[in-house]
């Protein structure tokens, strides 16, 4: 079997993780003594492997899964002489994921068992001089707690260290989160590890009977927060399957939601907008066109330049159809932003309308200028560039060059190869507002 | 006017068992923090999934029934004193109709536990509750509470109306994660308070804090979602294809005719989606080429069912749908026993709020759908109809 130099290199990568973490548990051997008894280590690991393959969905795109918890637990509960020895065998066992096994992938599950045991040891090493030297008596509370919500940072960003390192490696291709924007995870973390640790000493101090009763209100919270992210995707699925379906009625704009919604995300992203705002600006372009499925054809699809009257009426059925979204209280916002787009194109006003909606109707015109209709043909993309910059006062030119700069930098093209005139293409992009 | 007056009573009742207690046990700080705690236990409301929101007594009530072990009766004291304040305090903070739906049942739940509990300590030893037996007694008795907040709910649902009893027992059972984590948590303070102090809160209030924001957030998407399928099914009417209204109360007789019948939760709730959104298809009528042209009824399902499938989560729906062009029999051959009962209750109402439409009385429509069962619609949906008809009526 031939395998390519990056496959090599991956292999290379996953046995080096793999060795470093068997060698890390043989030092372990030799210093630790085992878990007693073992039914209970049995019991953390199978929590530990449960709650790391069910992360859940706590914010908005933030996943958070217990397991980190469930090591500081099981440090308190063993003790500091066998507290590294059984979370890093926890660790070793947690490497398992069906995927894997179904599919006899071995990169992954080796470079995750490499990562995963190193970055718990030294996590569980660092939080070792927090653990008391006899039995856990109430007043080791707070020393606990402090240690173990540090420990749990160092294990998270050791951890996240050695992952993009590793798919740096593996997958050059592939977008990673940085690091200066994983605060809300760290802190979730955190409190975790902090919670864990004070689990560890009720259990001690109270016994294993409490042990059932977490299960059960944890239970409670990873079924709400899983029915939450399903009902979430629901969501979002129905809305963009209905976008879609409406897309389809017209062959001419098949795509153009998905791909607005991906220029304004690149605008936006250029820009440095925060997470919450790219996802109201996702949300936004994914509606901004629900409008015209109430304005007749014939008015949509005419040659030329519509009428005042026509204008208005295209204009009134859109906004009629946008009121009824605007009912749900959580589109309320995002149909604003519609909104001003359409008040933006409209030139009804050009000052006080929100960047989110100015970059809505830079993404949706350059779509529009570099899709082709059933009244005109695609224009270029330098054409396009140039159009836009002409009207950087109403979209705002800081718009206009962030997407042109993202585009660029993607060495993307878009629209057509032959050039158009420009008084055409100024008249449509004249009319883009309603009829993209 | 019944509700009103049932809760007056309770509350009379509850004000004088307080009062009495107070009297013969006036037991000092404990009696004052615990008839404290179980006052704030209504303030602080969590979602459930039924929509309905459930006050923390529970968790308030097995944290301090596991904690004093020594005295259930002044527990149990303690806590009929508190009611009554709890609930002006409620009333006070969340408004009436918390106090009307909510506290009732909660407080019927209450006294069963608390009752439950009192008997149990005459014949057992404390110190079993900190054993496994000992805990699988706390949990019946927990069941119990939950199972008469259900049953409480259930008969203050009048009976009139569109929703029917089975309706509010299903919503009301459906609510079992709220009370889970409310009574595991408040277990967990009870339990570990005497040994742990303090650092009981966080033990116990972590985990809570998790399922509150959790049940919460499963809430609020459900919530938006509705909105959203309701705005959707909403949009043809809005571009005046279809008469303003039509969605939402075919919807609503759709629900209370399906609850009837003896649909599911899950059931339901499919029943609901495919009423709001069964002329979604309409909106190709904005197109001239079609709406010159002639279609049918079944047309306008087909292309419903056609958008709808495009989204993963709607396609169950989208079957509900596409199957309610299908007539109940056709002349000269067997029913079909596999048109779903959800497509037959949706084709009956839409016929009947569509006959409304075009200048029908109520009693005209639902004529007009009994001269098609047998054939069109399924008679005992029309049967069913009439008698939801005829209760909302009274």
Not at chain 1, 139 to 161: E, H, Y
Not at chain 2, 356 to 369: F, K, P, R, V, W
Request: net charge neutral.
């Amino acid at each position: 079997m031939t395998s390519t130099p990056h496959e090599r290199r991956t292999a290379i990568l996953a046995g080096a993780f793999a060795a470093a973490g068997a060698s890390l548990l043989a030092v372990l051997f030799l210093f630790q003594t085992d878990p007693r008894p073992l039914w209970l280590w049995a019991v953390f690991a199978a929590a530990f492997v449960a709650l790391g393959l069910s992360s859940v969905e706590v914010n908005d795109r933030l996943f958070v899964s217990s397991s980190n918890m469930v090591v500081f637990t099981a440090a308190v509960v063993f003790g500091g002489e066998s507290a590294v020895l059984a979370v890093a065998l926890m660790a070793a066992v947690a490497v398992l994921h069906p995927d894997d096994l179904r599919e006899r992938r071995w990169r992954q599950p080796a470079a995750n068992f490499g990562q995963l045991v190193i970055s718990v040891t030294v996590g569980v090493t660092v939080f070792l001089p927090f653990l008391p030297d006899g039995p856990v008596t109430v007043d080791d509370l707070p020393l606990l707690a402090v240690g173990a919500g540090f420990a749990a940072i160092v294990t998270d960003w050791l951890n996240f260290r050695l992952v993009t390192f590793f798919v740096r490696v593996a997958y050059p291709d592939r977008d990673l989160r940085p690091w200066s924007k994983m605060l809300p995870h760290h802190i979730a973390i955190s409190v975790l590890g902090v919670f864990g640790a004070i689990l560890g000493a009720a259990y001690v101090l109270v016994g294993p009977l409490i042990l059932p009763l977490m299960f059960l209100t944890f239970l409670t919270g990873h079924v709400g927060f899983a029915t939450y992210s399903r009902l979430r995707d629901a969501h979002e699925d129905t809305i963009r399957g209905l976008v879609k379906a409406v897309e389809a009625l017209d062959p001419y704009t098949r795509g153009h939601t998905e791909r607005v919604a991906r220029f304004a995300r690149i605008i936006g992203e250029h820009l440095g907008l925060r997470p919450e705002q790219l996802e109201t600006l996702r949300w936004a372009a994914l509606i901004h066109d629900v409008g015209k499925v109430a304005v007749p054809r014939d008015l949509l699809h005419k040659p030329g330049v519509l009428t005042e009257a026509e204008y208005r009426e295209t204009v009134n059925h859109m906004r009629v159809v946008e009121e009824v979204l605007a009912e749900v209280d959580f589109l309320r916002p995002i149909v604003a932003i519609v909104d001003g787009q359409h008040a933006l194109l409209d030139e009804m006003r050009t000052t006080s309308v929100p960047i989110e909606s100015r970059i809505l109707a830079t993404a949706d015109a350059f779509d529009a200028m570099t899709s082709a209709r059933s009244y005109r043909a695609a224009v270029t993309q330098a054409v396009a560039f140039d159009q836009l910059r002409m009207r950087s006062t109403v979209y705002g030119a800081e718009m206009v060059e962030a997407l042109i700069a993202a585009i660029e930098q993607e060495g993307e093209i878009y629209g057509s190869p032959d050039e158009e005139s420009r008084a055409e293409v100024e008249r449509l992009v004249r009319e883009r507002a309603i009829r993209a | 006017m019944r509700n009103s007056f049932l809760n007056r009573a309770f509350g009379i009742a509850l004000c004088g068992l307080g009062v009495a207690a107070a009297v013969r046990w006036s037991a000092g700080w404990e009696f004052v923090v615990i008839a404290c705690a179980y006052a704030a236990g209504h303030l602080v409301l969590i979602s459930s999934p039924s929509g309905r929101r459930v006050p923390l007594l529970p968790a308030i009530a097995a944290g301090i029934a596991l904690e004093s072990h020594g005295s259930p009766v002044l527990v149990l004291a303690a806590a009929a004193a508190a009611l009554p304040f709890g609930w002006l305090a409620a009333r006070l903070v969340h408004g009436r109709r918390v106090t009307d739906e909510i506290l009732p049942a909660e407080a019927v739940g209450l006294a069963m536990f608390g009752s439950i509990m009192a008997a149990e300590s005459l014949a057992v030893s404390v110190e079993l509750y900190r054993h496994a037996l000992g805990l699988t007694i706390f949990g019946g008795t927990a069941l119990i509470w939950f199972l008469t907040v259900a049953l409480v709910r259930t008969l203050q649902t009048n009976g009139s109306g569109l929703a029917p009893r089975r309706l509010t027992l299903l919503r009301a059972l459906a609510d079992w994660p709220a009370y889970l984590a409310l009574f595991s948590s408040g277990a967990l303070y009870g339990l570990t308070v005497s040994v742990m102090g303090w650092w009981a809160l966080p033990l116990a209030g972590l985990p809570y804090a998790f399922s509150h924001v959790s049940l919460h957030r499963e809430q609020t998407t459900r919530q938006t979602y509705r909105q959203t399928i309701q705005a959707l099914g909403a949009v043809p009417e809005a571009g005046g294809m279809v008469a303003a209204g039509h969605a939402r109360r075919v919807a609503e007789l759709s629900v209370a005719i399906g609850a009837e019948m003896g649909l599911s939760v899950g059931m339901l709730q499919r029943l609901e989606y495919a009423a709001l959104l069964h002329d979604v298809g309409r909106v190709v009528l904005a197109n001239p080429a079609i709406s010159a042209g002639s279609y049918s009824d079944s047309d306008v399902s087909g292309w419903s069912s056609a958008i709808m499938s495009e989204a993963r989560y709607l396609e169950n729906v989208a079957e509900v749908v596409a199957a309610q062009h299908h007539p109940y029999r056709r002349p000269g051959e067997e029913r079909d026993p596999d048109l779903p009962l959800a497509s037959k209750i949706l084709k009956a109402t839409a016929a009947y709020d569509g006959g409304m439409i075009t200048g029908l009385s109520s009693l005209e429509s639902i004529e007009a759908l009994h001269r098609g069962a047998a054939y069109d619609h399924d008679p005992e949906v029309v049967a069913c109809l009439r008698r939801v008809l005829e209760r909302r009526s009274k």
